[in-house]
């Protein structure tokens, strides 16, 4: 077992999510930074689908009642060795702090941490209040219990710098029109890829709130449709919204292009006051992009 | 014949099948009639669709197929699908209309709150879309004598259960979230259980009536 000796900011279990349910109003969930989490496990051999700490902004203190292996990715933890394999020993304490630059890190414990399984994943669901073994971001006192899920080989070596994403921004995020650019003048994504947009405090699992002074972008309204992660959405008042993993499954504000798979993780590092630009790109170079980072778990040269 | 059906992509893995761009019974008896034949006989690479109103989204793995071959099997379908509904049973809604925006509203509309009440319980509403947030469910149309513009702040906080009306839609908050609608009323009645198959107790397609109770 672990025991959470200090929760941190907002810690939460994530694993890959549970896409496919958006038809009952549920979000897919899942790591926010699917490429970091994705490492932390591959780090400790951990199975794909297996469930770690999400830690945001000021990370846990962690007690290890049995010895563990255990990898700490994403943003720069100020109190741990990141990107490689950590052995605890039985006892021992692992404080993550600080975490900077990044938002978002993730702990992998091989074997996964095991809570039930709520609608086929072990995410924590924060608008249905379920899932994440507690249905609510981990508490100091909690102990978490360690599954089965180590199926591989750990990496002993320090993951190479060459297979990681930029760790601080500026940003430069990749998007694919649409789907509602009916819904907007014909330059306007020019105008929006031409604007460095701000990160604004108004940030969360479910999107980011973007600020970018003197572009009005005006949208014509349309009829609800439904939504993805990555979805740039338009306010009336000329406002943007990027949805990320935990977002609504539907939405009245037209998406004027979204970001591609491969650049979700940027957008769930990035910080308040950081500078986001958006570069349109077609479905070539996106699955140029997404082959990149999987190439990278495997630990191609 | 005129094609339609617009296919627009949603980044890299998701296609936007846009069936129309109004709030009709007809135009969603399509969207779940395609719903239903790409689920009954998928296109390779066809993850899962999410229905609403007029439009189909289509989860695919790029690593089969591409967005090109999806909108060239889904587009072919148009004018072949039966876009009959199903018309199953209506489900009664108990509802205590004692909402804190039933008098705003009623000042709004002209009426009297009982005939609020009167006028939103009188008609069977069409679901149009579960979305926005867990079980949240769109119902459709409301009389237009009832039709107010959503609130200019959204409360923070809309416990579940809680029942809302804006412009011609009336809706069911089904987990606790922030909301823009004007809350007439709740009802008991649970719209969302985690540990339930389906999760969601409403699904688009469905019909509903409100029942007052006191």
Request: hydrophobic share 45%; net charge neutral.
């Amino acid at each position: 077992m672990i025991e959470v000796v200090d929760a941190g900011r907002w810690t939460t279990v994530q694993d890959r999510g549970r896409p496919g349910l958006e038809r009952f109003g549920i979000p897919p969930g899942g790591a926010a930074d699917w490429f970091a989490a994705a490492v932390a496990n591959r780090i400790v051999g951990n199975r794909e689908d297996a469930a770690l700490l999400e830690c945001t902004a000021a990370g846990p203190t962690l007690r290890f009642e049995a010895a563990a292996i255990v990898a700490l990715t994403g943003g720069h933890s100020s109190g741990s060795a990141n990107w490689q394999l950590i052995r605890m020993a039985r006892g021992a304490s692992l404080t993550v702090g600080t975490i900077a630059p990044g938002l978002r890190s993730y702990i992998a414990v091989r074997g996964g941490i095991d809570v039930p399984l709520v609608l086929g994943s072990r995410s924590f669901c924060q608008r249905g209040t379920f899932g994440g073994g507690f249905g609510r971001p981990v508490q100091r006192g909690d102990r978490l219990a360690v599954g089965r899920l180590g199926e591989h080989e750990p990496v002993p070596a320090p993951w190479p710098e060459s297979h990681r994403l930029p760790a601080r921004g500026p940003w430069e995020v990749r998007v694919i029109p649409g789907p509602q650019q009916d819904a907007f003048a014909d330059d306007a994504l020019q105008r929006l890829t031409a604007t460095a947009c701000r990160v604004t405090p108004e940030i969360d699992r479910m999107g980011l709130r973007l600020a970018m002074p003197g572009l009005r972008l005006q949208p014509h309204e349309i009829v609800t449709v439904p939504m993805t992660a990555g979805a740039i959405q338009v306010t009336p008042s000329g406002g943007l919204i990027v949805l990320h993993v935990d977002h609504q499954s539907t939405g009245g504000y037209p998406v004027i292009a979204t970001v591609i798979d491969a650049d979700l993780p940027l957008l769930a590092q990035a910080r308040p006051g950081d500078t986001v630009r958006f570069r349109g790109v077609d479905h070539a170079e996106a699955d140029r992009a997404r082959r990149r980072l999987t190439g990278w778990l495997e630990l191609d040269q | 014949m005129v094609n339609v059906w617009q296919t627009t992509p949603a980044g890299d893995r998701a296609l936007l099948v846009t069936l129309g761009h109004t709030i009709d019974p007809s135009l969603l008896g399509q969207v779940l009639a395609l719903d239903r034949v790409l689920a009954g006989r998928p296109p390779s690479g066809l993850i899962s669709a999410v229905p609403a109103y007029a439009s189909l989204l289509c989860h695919y793995d790029p690593a089969v197929t591409d967005a090109a071959r999806l909108e060239a099997s889904i587009l072919q379908l148009e004018g072949h699908v039966d876009a009959a509904m199903a018309l199953g049973a209506v489900v009664e809604v108990p509802t205590r209309y004692d909402g804190p925006d039933l008098a705003s509203v009623a000042l709004a509309t002209n009426l009297t709150p009982a005939a609020v009440i009167e006028m939103h319980a009188e008609r069977e509403y069409l679901v149009y879309c579960v979305g926005f947030a867990p079980g949240f469910t769109y119902c459709g149309a409301l009389p237009d004598q009832l039709s107010v513009p959503r609130l200019a702040s959204p409360r923070l906080r809309v416990s579940a259960g809680s029942i809302g009306i804006a412009g011609r839609q009336t809706g069911i908050y089904a987990v606790e979230s922030p909301g823009g609608w004007n809350l007439i009323g709740r009802t008991a009645l649970r719209l969302f259980d985690p540990a339930a198959d389906p999760p969601a107790r409403f699904k688009p397609g469905d019909r509903l009536r409100f029942i007052p109770t006191s």
